[in-house]
Each structure stands twice: as C-alpha cells, then as structure tokens.
C-alpha cells in the first residue's frame, strides 16, 4: 500500500530536519526519512562532538595554566578519558532527543531506513526492520548530504 503526504524529506541532517520542520509549520503533512541518526554527521560525529572535545581540553588548559595565576593550587589534574567520552556522548544525545522533540512537536514523521527513487515523486524506504515501505508525495526535498569527490587512481 502507498502512503500519500504533502511534503517527503530524504535526509534528517542540519539541512533536511529544518526544511521538514518549516514544511510541517506551513500546513504540510511531512514525511522525512533518515537512514541513520537525526541531525547528520555534524551533530553525531563532526561540529558537536569535536567541539565538546576542544571545550574539555579548554577546561583542562585553564585550571592546569591559568587558575594558578590567581593563587589557586590544584594538584593532580588528569583527564578520564572514559568519563570525557560519556560526558561527550550525553552532549550528542542530549542536541538530537532536542531535534528528535522538534519534529515530533511539530507533527513530523519519522521513518527510519534508506530511501529509493521508484517513480518521480514516487519512493520505496527499507526500513531499518527489513520492510519495504512505498511513499508518494506532492513535494520532494533531498537533503542527503555529501562526501567528497574521489579521482579515480588517485588516493588520498
């Protein structure tokens, strides 16, 4: 059976969440779908996480180089590294349950799994459960990301 909606999403990152979000707020029934993690590589493993990183390091810096010029001593400073990656976690997970909530508040679906053009306007999604779903739509935006161009017989 072919599901009908106004506006069908194909990619939940910092392009494709927003364009759904303002689709749905517009009066459009909005299917999107992300084969991965809602947000993108930037809130999963790119922009987010290095910048929780550098902000630690940051912390780091500061009471080992800097409290000290205040008359603050503080002796045996050290990095958990296990504590600093389940702390870094909790950021990521924290910001996508954020987008996670704007989609559901806003009245957009969310189906998780790849999408694949069958017709113009038309889309078949296997879903993560192994189920095929057929998608018609009025409006289509693509909003897959990108990697980058590789020469052939060159490596990098």
Request: glycine content about 10%.
């Amino acid at each position: 059976m072919t599901k009908k909606v106004d506006a069908l999403v194909i990619g939940g990152g910092p392009g494709g969440y927003p364009a759904a979000i303002r689709s749905a707020q517009l009066g459009k029934q909005v299917l999107l779908v992300e084969k991965e993690s809602i947000g993108g590589e930037c809130l999963n493993w790119g922009c987010i996480p290095s910048k929780a990183i550098i902000e630690a390091a940051d912390k780091f810096h500061e009471i080992s180089h800097e409290v000290p010029d205040f008359g603050i001593e503080v002796e045996g400073v050290h990095i958990d590294a296990k504590k600093l990656q389940e702390w870094n976690q909790s950021v990521t997970e924290r910001l996508v349950k954020g987008v996670e909530t704007l989609l559901k508040n806003n009245g957009v679906e969310v189906l998780r799994g790849k999408a694949r053009f069958t017709k113009p306007r038309e889309v078949e999604v296997s879903l993560d459960s192994g189920e095929k779903e057929q998608i018609q739509a009025n409006d289509v935006i693509i909003g897959i990301g990108a990697d980058f161009a590789t020469i052939p017989a060159t490596e990098v």
